[in-house]
């Protein structure tokens, strides 16, 4: 069980870190950047709220391992599409 809150503390921490990116861009950004940075946050929450809540869940017939191996990747996937429309 520990290293299921060791996961959902790298994914809030995750999560928490490009929120604040967001913050400054919409803050110190030229417009363009600071509107897609207003829209971001939504998305973080969303995300964050999601794999937190999958974490707990592991899909029946499927081992752990596979599972939050696609889990953190899909994860990375994820927060990746939204750091580059940042």
Do not use: W
């Not at 809150?5 to 030229?30: D, F, R, T």
């Not at 809540?53 to 927060?79: C, Q, T, W």
Request: aromatic fraction near 6%; proline fraction near 2%; hydrophobic fraction near 40%.
């Amino acid at each position: 069980m520990a290293r299921r809150s060791v996961l959902k503390k790298n994914i809030s921490n995750v999560c928490e870190l490009i929120m604040a990116e967001c913050l400054a861009i919409s803050l110190y950004g030229h417009e363009q950047e600071a509107e897609n940075a207003v829209h971001a946050p939504y998305a973080l929450v969303r995300l964050e709220s999601d794999y937190r809540s999958r974490i707990s869940h592991v899909e029946p017939g499927m081992k752990a391992k596979v599972y939050f191996n696609k889990l953190i990747s899909d994860f990375n996937k994820d927060i990746q599409d939204i750091t580059e429309r940042l």
